[in-house]
C-alpha cells in the first residue's frame, strides 16, 4: 500500500512496469488487422459525406424550384409568401448543409485533439440543428407545402380546396404538436435509451443533444485556453 | 494502397499495440464495447495512414488518431459500428491482465477513468513518457497548459486517493 504521499509520478513507475508486462500479455491478431485493411467499409464521416451530397442537391433543387414559384405568382400573395417562407426555410437548410460538408473535408484525425474535436462537435451541432429543423418543417409548416404543392404541380387552390380556417387549424395543431413533442421528449428521453433511433430524436427534439454537445464545446475552450495558476 | 503499406502498416501497429489497448482500457469501463473502439481505431489508423510523414514518432501520429477516435466513440449516443468480426474473435488477445496487478495500478486505471475525455488523454500521455512538447503537440494546447493542467491533476490525485482512504 502506498501512502499519502503517492502521486502521479510515483504511480508513473508502476504505469512502466504494466507497459513492460504488456509487451508480451497482449498480442494483436493480425489476420483481423488485415481484414480491416483490404476490406475498409464505407466510414460513417464517408457515409455522412454522401448523404450530404444528396441533401444538397435536394436543396438546390428546392431553391430553384421553389424561386421559379415565387416569380410565376409574386403579385398574388396567398402564394407567394408561403412560397417566400418556404424559400427562407430551403436557403438556411442549403447553408446548413454546406457548412457541414466544409466541416467533414477539415476533418483528418491525425491533427490535434483539440483542433479536430471542435470540428466534430461543430459538425455534431449542425446537425442536430439541422434535424430539429426538418421536425419543425414537418410538423409546422405542411400547410404551407400544401399550398405550394398544389398549386404548383396541379394547378389547385387549397384556400378554396379546404378554407382559411382548416389551414390555420392545421398550423395551429403543428404548434401544439411540437409542444407536445418537446414536453415528452425531455420526460421521457431515459426510458427510449433501448432504442438508438428514438433515443436520438428524444435527445434531439428535447435539445438534450444540442446542450452536450455547447458543453462539450465550451469545455474544449476551457481546456484550450486555461491559464496558467 | 499497395501491400507492401498493409504490411508496414500491420507491422508498426503490431509494435505499438499496447497504445490501443491502454486507450480502449481507459475510454470503455463496458468491456463489450472495447472490441468495438479498438476496431474503430485500427480501422481509421488504416485511413488515415497516407498522412503520417515520418516527422513525428509513429507512436505520437498514433496515439493523436487513435485519441482522437476514442473522444468521438466516447461522445457518439448513436448506435455503435456494426463489427466486421464475430463476437468471438478479438482484435487485440490478452491474458488476464489486471488480475496480478498491484492495487495501486487498479486505483490508477479508476482515477483515469473518472477523468473527463480531454484530461485522460493527458494523463495517458504523461504516464507513457512523452514530454511537454510532444503532449502539447498532441492535445493542440500549449506545454505552459499542459504544465498546469498536469500540476492540477497531481493534486487532484493526491486528494482523491487520500479521501477515498485507499491510499
Known amino acids: 500500500m502506498a501512502n499519502d504521499e503517492t502521486t502521479l509520478d510515483e504511480l508513473k513507475a508502476k504505469w512502466v512496469e504494466h507497459d513492460h508486462k504488456l509487451d508480451t500479455d497482449i498480442r494483436l491478431n493480425r489476420q483481423l488487422t488485415a481484414a480491416l485493411t483490404l476490406k475498409p467499409a464505407r466510414s460513417a464521416m464517408g457515409w455522412l459525406v454522401f448523404s450530404l451530397v444528396v441533401e444538397i442537391f435536394f436543396a438546390l433543387v428546392a431553391v430553384v424550384l421553389l424561386g421559379d414559384f415565387i416569380g410565376d405568382h409574386f403579385r398574388t400573395a396567398t402564394f407567394s409568401v408561403p412560397a417566400i417562407a418556404l424559400d427562407i426555410f430551403a436557403l438556411a437548410f442549403l447553408n446548413n448543409l454546406i457548412r457541414q460538408f466544409v466541416t467533414t473535408r477539415q476533418i483528418d484525425y491525425s491533427q490535434p485533439i483539440a483542433t479536430i474535436q471542435k470540428k466534430l462537435e461543430t459538425l455534431r451541432m449542425l446537425r442536430i440543428r439541422y434535424v430539429q429543423g426538418i421536425l419543425l418543417i414537418a410538423v409546422l409548416a405542411w400547410p404551407l407545402l400544401l399550398i405550394v404543392g398544389l398549386k404548383a404541380f396541379f394547378n389547385l387552390d387549397a384556400y378554396d380546396l379546404f378554407g382559411w380556417s382548416y389551414l390555420w387549424a392545421n398550423t395551429l395543431l403543428g404548434l401544439a404538436i411540437i409542444a407536445l413533442a418537446i414536453w415528452l421528449a425531455k420526460r421521457f428521453a431515459d426510458r427510449v435509451k433501448g432504442s438508438p433511433l428514438a433515443s436520438y430524436l428524444a435527445r434531439t427534439i428535447g435539445g438534450s443533444s444540442l446542450n452536450a454537445a455547447t458543453d462539450f464545446v465550451a469545455n474544449l475552450a476551457a481546456f484550450e485556453h486555461e491559464s496558467a495558476i | ?167
Open chain 2, 1 to 167: 494502397m499497395s501491400t507492401e503499406q498493409q504490411a508496414r502498416f500491420q507491422t508498426l501497429v503490431d509494435e505499438h499495440r499496447k497504445i490501443v489497448y491502454k486507450i480502449c482500457n481507459s475510454y470503455c469501463p463496458n468491456r463489450g464495447e472495447r472490441d468495438d473502439l479498438a476496431q474503430e481505431i485500427v480501422t481509421q489508423l488504416w485511413r488515415s495512414f497516407g498522412t503520417f510523414d515520418g516527422r513525428n514518432r509513429f507512436s505520437t501520429w498514433m496515439y493523436r488518431v487513435a485519441l482522437n477516435v476514442a473522444i468521438s466513440f466516447y461522445r457518439r449516443e448513436s448506435s455503435r459500428a456494426k463489427r466486421t468480426f464475430s463476437a468471438d474473435e478479438h482484435l487485440l488477445e490478452t491474458a488476464d491482465i489486471t488480475s496480478g496487478e498491484p492495487e495501486e495500478l487498479l486505483l490508477l486505471y479508476g482515477f483515469i477513468e473518472g477523468l473527463d475525455p480531454l484530461n485522460k488523454a493527458l494523463v495517458l500521455l504523461y504516464l507513457d513518457g512523452y514530454g511537454y512538447r510532444e503532449i502539447a503537440d498532441v492535445l493542440g494546447i500549449t506545454e505552459t497548459n499542459v504544465a498546469t493542467k498536469l500540476s492540477r491533476l497531481k493534486s487532484t490525485m493526491k486528494q482523491h486517493f487520500s479521501t477515498s482512504g485507499a491510499i
